[in-house]
C-alpha cells in the first residue's frame, strides 16, 4: 500500500510500505477512503513526534475490509481516529489503516465519507476534556457556566455542541467573523478574543461564575486568559490541548489540567512523556479507554445515536484535495494559521 511519511523538516514523501497486520488490539482494518488532517499532524513535521520515518495522519473515513472484531463487519463504513504521527506503523494518510473497533463510529449511511472523516481527533479531544477527564463538567448540579475559548476551532465546535446537549451555560470567544457560527452551535454568550476588555465581559456576563474552562487554542497567554475568565470564588479547572507553561501563574482557585487524546487507546506513550510531569500509567490509560469506548462504541455509543439524529453536526469543510501526494501543501497552510474554523479534507479513494 501506499502511505504519506515524514522525510525531513516539512516534507514528506509518500512511499509503499506494509499493510497493516490486525494484532488483537487494533481489530479492524480500514480502506480509506478520505481523510481530515489536524494541527499536530502539521506539526510534526518540524517538532515532536514527528521524525523522519513516521507516518502521518489520525483522521480516517472508510470501508472495513478485515474485522477480528463481533461488533463491525466487513463491508461496513466507519470513521474515528488512530493515534498517528509518531511511528511507521501507524498513520491514517494512507490507503489503509489498522483501528480499534470499540473506538470508531458508524457512518450513518446518508453521510459522506468527507463529512464523517471530520469525527476523529477533535470530537475525541473534546470527548475526553469535557466526559473523560472532568466527570462533572457539563453536570448542570456541579457546573452553572462553562468557558470555550476558541469556540471556532474544530475541537471548539464539538464541545460547543456537546456542552450545548448538556444543558449548561456557555460563554464562548471566537474571532468577531465567526460570531455568528459559534452563536448557531449553542453558545449563550459569544465575546471577541481580540477585545482588550474580554476577560472583564465574560466576568460581568456570566455574574463570575465560571467553573470549567475548555481552551481549544493551548497557547500561553490563552490559557491565562482562560484561568482569569474563571469565578475568583469558586473552585475551577481549565483544561487545555496542549501543555501549559511550567512558569504559568494561575489563582488560588484554578487549577490547570492537560491531556493528550492518544491515551484513550492504551498505547505506549513513551514518545510523549515530555509533555506530561508524571508518566500515565498503563492501568489509567486502560481505564481511560473503558470509559472511551462507551461513547465510541461503534453504533452501539452514545456518539453514534448524537451524529445519526443531527445533534452532533460535523465541521465545515473548508478545502477537499485529492490523493496522498497533496496534502502536504495543506499541512504548511495549517502551520501559518491559515486554516481557520473548519476542516480540510483529502480524498484519498472515489
Not at 23 to 46: C, K, M, T, W
Not at 169 to 177: C, G, H, L, N
Not at 229 to 246: A, E, I, M, N
Request: glycine share 6%.
Amino acid at each position: 500500500m501506499k502511505g504519506l511519511f515524514i522525510s525531513g523538516e516539512r516534507s514528506v514523501e509518500v512511499k509503499s510500505t506494509d499493510k497493516p497486520i490486525l494484532d488483537g488490539r487494533n481489530d479492524i482494518l480500514v480502506e480509506v477512503y478520505a481523510v481530515a488532517q489536524n494541527p499536530p499532524d502539521s506539526f510534526s513535521l518540524h517538532s515532536n513526534p514527528g521524525k523522519p520515518g513516521n507516518r502521518l495522519g489520525s483522521d480516517y473515513a472508510g470501508v472495513v475490509v478485515e474485522s477480528k472484531s463481533t461488533l463491525v463487519k466487513l463491508g461496513d463504513r466507519v470513521c474515528g481516529m488512530v493515534s498517528g504521527n509518531h511511528s511507521a506503523r501507524q498513520g491514517s494518510f494512507a490507503q489503509y489503516v489498522a483501528a480499534q473497533a470499540e473506538l470508531c463510529i458508524k457512518i450513518p449511511d446518508e453521510m459522506s465519507f468527507e463529512k464523517a472523516s471530520t469525527l476523529g481527533m477533535s470530537l475525541y479531544t473534546a470527548v475526553q476534556a469535557l466526559f473523560l477527564k472532568s466527570p462533572l463538567a457539563l453536570d448542570p448540579n456541579h457546573t452553572q457556566t462553562i468557558l470555550i475559548w476558541g469556540a471556532s476551532t474544530s475541537v471548539g465546535m464539538y464541545a460547543l455542541q456537546l456542552a450545548h446537549l448538556g444543558g449548561v451555560r456557555i460563554v464562548a470567544t471566537t474571532s468577531a467573523k465567526n460570531a455568528d457560527l459559534v452563536s448557531s452551535l449553542g453558545a449563550n454568550f459569544v465575546f471577541d478574543y481580540a477585545d482588550k476588555d474580554v476577560v472583564k465581559k465574560v466576568k460581568e456576563a456570566t455574574e463570575d461564575s465560571v467553573t470549567f474552562a475548555f481552551d481549544c487554542v493551548g497557547m500561553a497567554d490563552t490559557i491565562k486568559l482562560s484561568v482569569e475568565c474563571t469565578s475568583d470564588s469558586q473552585p475551577s479547572t481549565v483544561h487545555t490541548v496542549l501543555p501549559p507553561p511550567k512558569d504559568l501563574k494561575t489563582k488560588d482557585t484554578a487549577q490547570v489540567v492537560f491531556s493528550l487524546v492518544h491515551s484513550i487507546f492504551a498505547e505506549n506513550l513513551e514518545w510523549a512523556a515530555y509533555l506530561f510531569p508524571r508518566p500515565i500509567t498503563i492501568e489509567e490509560m486502560e481505564q481511560e479507554r473503558k470509559e472511551a469506548a462507551t461513547f465510541f462504541k461503534y453504533d452501539q455509543g452514545s456518539i453514534y445515536e448524537l451524529v445519526l439524529d443531527g445533534m452532533i453536526k460535523p465541521t465545515p469543510i473548508v478545502h477537499t484535495s485529492k490523493g496522498l501526494e497533496n496534502i502536504l501543501p495543506w499541512l504548511l497552510k495549517m502551520e501559518k494559521g491559515e486554516v481557520r474554523a473548519g476542516k480540510v479534507v483529502h480524498l484519498l479513494k472515489e
